[in-house]
């Protein structure tokens, strides 16, 4: 186990390497959740409500949705990915630790550097500038909390899946971009599951994307109430245990045919 | 005590070969042509503990393959593999516990931090206590002379600088067998030599058995006792390098230098002497016999000839793997 949590520390120090990029981050950010706000502002009009979101909740949601996507969103994809291309993914094979889980420990150590030093700085950067409603209940936090390491374990599962994929394309950049604006798209990210037309919902209610940030941002925001709570947690965990499956089965198989390109 | 044990190792890549034209890149699209390569061909290997076995073989002849195999990156086609009392593949996080690997070629430190950062990751994931850990890398350290690059990222160091650091990096859990895949390539003089002194230093010291593949043969001279001669996936010839000197090469050269210049009928006619002229005044013999004819020849020459040097070249051990590759091994 200290291995892993050495893992995150290290990735914390990989971080704090490149501080350039952690900076234009917040920016970026910034300037991502002001677009938002404005665009969405102007679709508001005059209405007071859209599909249930008043013009308060919905810029709530947008700058909850993008600091939470700090925490879940990782480039492990594209490192493992790498490391395939380039050969490297025989050093990881001769370390005594299962490659995926100390990918995901990366991942964790990058989230929680991000949620540290990158989500909440910038929250309240973002709440001094617009008018953005926090819930006062604890329980809202709570869940809102659970939630969120769900939708990182989600996103990492799928991560996961797109990078292992590149054990057998080798070279699977395409896969990757798409993947992401899949997920940018279908997650709730852009544009809240609600405001798609009823048979989009229907087919999307069938995929894990919505389990990343559509309810995390929904908890929070209270756009769920109730027993919608605890469905929509539910429904996470259940992404949460199916994806692992086909990750096992794809690992499994990689080994097995895994070569290693380049001398 | 065997710590390796290979038995017909056989590893098969499949690969494909493009069609010409662009034509034959839409065809591709659809169906392609496979063909089967053996890199590794029926290889049996059987290594002792404290050996230091070098491995050798052009580029492309199955070494680094047969390494992959062996430390469980890669699964061999057939054959059976036993390192260390383990299947490498089969177990394989209990059996890497028990190796040490350098890859030339390929860091493995994290290119982003300091050293030390990789060092303490490592130490984590290998369960090394803090008192063995002390005591062991302590050393370590302070042969191979990386103290001062510790605080260093990895990015920062230099090739020389960086290899020591694998290699300590190798040897944290001070494994028992050690893995070295062209670990001295790049590499200047100076710290070839330091590398060569540090790993007789840890076999006399641990008994660490260490299997060692290079292109520098000088490595090789200064290390190990037993080669193994891979070509085209086989092995060629295993056992001792002096005798690989001795089997290859019959005779001696020895290189003439004269005052003046000399014609070859002012030379001897010696039976298994061949003469070769290099320039105007030197002369090569490869005298095809033992020490009492190389005698001869030189009292014949010099009677005749007044000469400014005179040198026997032993024929080295690049000369003689050239000369395998190219004529393939007469006496395997």
């Known amino acids: 186990m200290s291995m892993y949590l050495e893992m995150i520390r290290v990735r914390f120090l990989m971080m704090l390497a490149y501080r350039t990029n952690y900076y234009s981050g917040i920016l970026i950010y910034s300037i991502n959740i002001g677009a938002y706000y404005f665009l969405w502002s102007a679709i508001y009009g005059e209405n007071a409500e859209i599909q249930g979101l008043s013009v308060l909740q919905m810029t709530t949601y947008v700058a909850v949705a993008w600091m939470a996507r700090a925490f879940y969103f990782n480039n492990i994809d594209r490192e493992i990915a790498a490391k395939i291309k380039d050969g490297k993914v025989a050093i990881e094979m001769i370390r005594p630790y299962n490659y995926l889980g100390m990918k995901t420990m990366q991942a964790l150590g990058e989230g929680i550097f991000r949620l540290l030093f990158f989500s909440v700085p910038g929250m309240i950067i973002v709440a001094l500038i617009f008018p953005i409603s926090f819930s006062a209940s604890l329980m809202t936090w709570l869940f809102f909390l659970v939630s969120l390491v769900f939708s990182f374990i989600v996103n990492t599962q799928i991560n996961l899946l797109t990078g292992i994929m590149s054990f057998f394309l080798f070279n699977n950049t395409g896969l990757i971009r798409a993947k992401r604006v899949v997920i940018d798209l279908f997650s709730g990210l852009l544009l809240p599951i609600s405001f798609f037309p009823i048979w989009a919902q229907s087919v999307m209610s069938y995929l894990p994307f919505q389990a990343i940030s559509y309810i995390p941002s929904m908890i929070f925001t209270e756009g769920f109430v109730g027993q919608e709570i605890y469905l929509a947690v539910l429904l996470q965990a259940g992404w949460a245990l199916i994806l692992m499956i086909p990750i096992q089965l794809l690992w499994s198989l990689a080994k097995k045919q895994l070569i290693v390109q380049g001398g | ?332």
């Open chain 2, 1 to 332: 005590m065997n710590v390796i044990e290979v038995q017909n190792l056989r590893k098969e890549f499949k690969s494909y070969s493009s069609r010409s034209g662009l034509g034959g890149a839409f065809r591709d699209l659809f169906t392609r042509n496979y063909k089967v390569l053996p890199a590794v061909d029926d290889v049996s290997l059987t290594i002792k503990q404290g050996e230091m076995v070098g491995y050798i073989g052009e580029n492309g002849a199955g070494k680094s393959t047969t390494i992959k195999m062996l430390t469980g990156i890669l699964t061999p086609t057939s054959g059976s593999i036993v390192v260390n009392g383990m299947n490498p593949h089969k177990q394989r996080e209990e059996f890497v516990r028990t190796i040490g690997v350098v890859f030339g070629q390929r860091s493995q430190l994290w290119w982003d931090i300091a050293v030390q950062e990789s060092f303490r990751l490592l130490k984590k994931v290998y369960r090394v206590s803090d008192e063995d850990y002390n005591q062991h890398m302590g050393h370590v350290i302070e042969t191979l002379e990386i103290g001062p690059l510790l605080d260093k990222p990895v990015r920062k160091l230099s090739l020389g600088q960086r290899m020591r650091c694998e290699l300590a990096a190798a040897l944290i859990h001070n494994p028992p067998l050690l893995f070295l895949d062209e670990p001295t390539i790049g590499l200047d003089v100076l710290v070839k030599l330091k590398i060569r002194k540090f790993l007789k230093e840890i076999n006399e010291q641990y008994k660490t058995t260490i299997l060692l593949t290079t292109h520098d043969l000088t490595d090789i001279e200064a290390l190990c006792e037993r080669v193994v001669l891979l070509d085209e996936g086989k092995i060629i010839y295993d056992g001792k390098l002096n005798e690989l000197q001795s089997h290859a090469v019959e005779g001696k050269q020895v290189e003439f230098e004269f005052l003046a210049e000399v014609q070859r009928n002012h030379l001897p006619y010696l039976a298994n002497v061949h003469w070769e002229q290099k320039d105007a005044t030197t002369w090569l013999a490869y005298v095809n016999g033992d020490e009492r004819l190389v005698s001869q020849l030189i009292s014949d020459v010099v009677k005749k000839n007044p000469i400014k040097n005179v040198r026997i070249n032993e024929v080295s051990t690049e000369e003689i793997v050239r000369k395998i590759y190219e004529e393939g091994m007469a006496l395997a």
